[in-house]
């Protein structure tokens, strides 16, 4: 009897354990657009090809990718890209260092060349530029959200640390000693690792927040419906540099 009754204890024990488990990780989910992240690494065309199958996966039920990039920089000489970010809306971040790839694999050009897929970041057009004249690779299909911050009539500034902030929460890591890090360090910190994955995973969240501001979603509208009508809205500005006109300057 005294054997079951410990039994009995342990057990009411860990269910309340798991109980208390399930609702930290659900409160975290409703607090940090972040919370569940996951970060791939890919140094190589094996992974790289991997990693894109599952970018692809998860595009076919939501096709929006975080788009940014890094480099290194040296009395105003800018490297080639050293680090390409890809997020998607599963929190899913896919860094690959392409400084450390011997080739890119064609599955990784047919990502970012695809029409069915739209990029999103802030200047993206930048990355676009970079990465087709350090690596010939076509990126399309590209949206800043600056222009969805601006017409939708979200507060300026549209900075990414700013538009984190005030849509998201969110308080981004803006020491300039880690944007103007050594990306092609044969290792990267943590530090580097996480700054580089949120910059992607914050732009697939930002969008989510700015497009429901700029096309509203009713009760009744399928997610996929609503996308499609974002799609159609923002069709002016696709693959177009931001430009802030509401800027006044004063003489």
């Not at 694999?105 to 350090?134: H, Q, T």
């Amino acid at each position: 009897m005294q054997r079951y009754e410990i039994s009995s204890t342990v057990l009411r024990v860990a269910v309340f354990a798991y109980a208390i488990y399930e609702l930290k990780n659900f409160i975290g989910c409703l607090t940090d657009p972040l919370y569940n992240q996951t970060i791939k690494i890919v140094t190589n065309s094996r992974e790289c090809i991997r990693v894109v199958n599952t970018l692809r996966t998860h595009c076919q039920e939501h096709p929006i990718l975080g788009l940014d990039c890094e480099w290194v920089s040296e009395r105003g000489r800018r490297y080639p890209v050293a680090l390409l970010q890809l997020a998607t809306h599963r929190g899913f971040c896919a860094l690959f260092r392409l400084c450390e790839m011997r080739r890119i694999p064609s599955e990784l050009r047919n990502l970012l060349n695809d029409p069915s897929i739209l990029k999103v970041g802030v200047a993206p057009d930048v990355d676009a530029n970079y990465l087709e004249e350090d690596y010939n690779i076509r990126v399309i299909r590209t949206l800043d959200l600056r222009h969805l911050a601006r017409d939708s009539g979200f507060p300026w500034p549209y900075g990414m640390a700013n538009l984190a902030k005030n849509a998201l929460g969110i308080t981004m890591d803006e020491d300039g000693t880690i944007s103007a890090s050594d990306w092609e360090s044969s290792d990267l910190t943590d530090r580097q690792i996480k700054y580089a994955a949120n910059d992607a995973h914050v732009a697939v969240e930002l969008f989510e927040v700015l497009a429901k501001r700029f096309v509203s979603r009713g009760s009744f509208t399928s997610q996929r419906d609503w996308l499609e009508r974002v799609m159609k809205c923002v069709e002016y500005c696709i693959d177009q540099p931001f430009v802030d006109t509401s800027i006044v300057f004063k003489t």
